[in-house]
């Protein structure tokens, strides 16, 4: 399933930037922008449960694991309230143990609807069939088995080219004009992708990256590049993290930084399989972040203050009463 994109990973990508976040933010804060409600039931947790259900059969095993993870802390940390009881027990249960109950509940239901999607995928389902399927295993065997020896390929590449270029790298797009030199110095014949893309054929361009945004940055833009954009998104997650303690008092502000917060994480986990600027996606979360930060902090600002009194003033205006 690739919905409106190229390939599924793409898709799932979509789903886990821009729908995840905002819909589990608006579920676990319980704000909406509908007024329909029927107690918890709202709108935008029937299309929770459709996104997640459309993002079980792109069978994207990144997709999957930020699904996985974003479940994992909204309900261990972001959520506000816990549930007070489990199938009518009356045991009274500590947050924590509480929280890591429902999070695992919740995962073990994510799983089974997992495998039972991808038993008909024999791609998908080599993530449990390695195991039955080869004599000896090994975890180097399993990522190669799950076709990621390209992608170990493009990230040792990338290593090597930072290691003779570390501060400012060999410049921003310039990664595939080095490939060659700094490829690894090992057999291609069990990666046939990469064999393809060092002996091309007659009149076939090659689009070479690293398939990894961080070691892009590290290989092309050196440890100052790579320190700047991570300065970037630690401001930017610092304004998710401002609005979602909400110190300043408005109901939506918990809404936008728990997204916020849940936005940065899934670029964070995205950002190791694709490694490309032009890709709006994240972009319009960082846009959603800094714009509702904006927003909501000058709205705060341009309310009347209140005329402050000491406590001197307040004791003789009661005896005055």
Request: proline share 5%; glycine share 6%; hydrophobic share 50%.
């Amino acid at each position: 399933m690739s919905g409106l994109t190229y390939e599924p990973n793409w898709f799932a990508e979509q789903i886990t930037l821009l729908l995840l976040p905002w819909l589990l933010a608006s579920v676990i804060t319980g704000q909406s922008v509908f007024r329909w409600r029927w107690r918890w039931l709202t709108i935008e947790l029937f299309l929770l449960v459709w996104a997640i259900f459309v993002l079980l059969f792109t069978f994207s095993r990144t997709g999957l694991i930020i699904l996985a993870i974003l479940i994992l802390i909204s309900v261990l940390f972001l959520r506000p309230l816990p549930v007070k009881t489990y199938l009518g027990s009356r045991v009274s249960l500590s947050r924590p143990f509480r929280r890591l109950l429902e999070a695992g509940l919740l995962l073990i239901t994510l799983t089974i609807f997992t495998f039972i999607a991808g038993q008909n995928n024999e791609f998908f389902s080599r993530i449990w069939n390695y195991w039955s399927d080869k004599k000896s295993t090994s975890l180097s065997g399993y990522f190669e088995y799950l076709g990621f020896g390209a992608r170990l390929s493009y990230g040792e590449t990338a290593l090597n080219i930072f290691v003779d270029n570390p501060t400012f790298g060999v410049g921003l797009g310039n990664y595939a004009f080095y490939f060659n030199e700094y490829l690894p110095d090992e057999p291609l014949a069990p990666v046939p992708e990469i064999l393809r893309l060092v002996t091309p054929e007659s009149g076939r361009d090659r689009l070479v990256t690293p398939k990894n945004f961080y070691l892009r940055l590290l290989s092309e833009t050196g440890l100052i590049g790579l320190a700047t954009f991570l300065a970037f998104l630690f401001a930017i997650l610092g304004c998710a993290i401002f609005l979602w303690r909400n110190p300043i008092g408005r109901s939506d502000a918990r809404f936008w930084g728990t997204a916020g917060i849940l936005g940065v994480i899934s670029f964070s986990l995205a950002a190791f399989t694709f490694d490309s600027f032009a890709i709006p996606n994240m972009w319009v979360v960082f846009g959603f972040i800094t714009a509702s930060t904006w927003i909501i902090y000058k709205s705060q600002k341009s309310k009347p203050e209140m005329p402050e009194f000491s406590q001197s003033e307040i004791s003789q205006e009661m005896e005055t009463d």
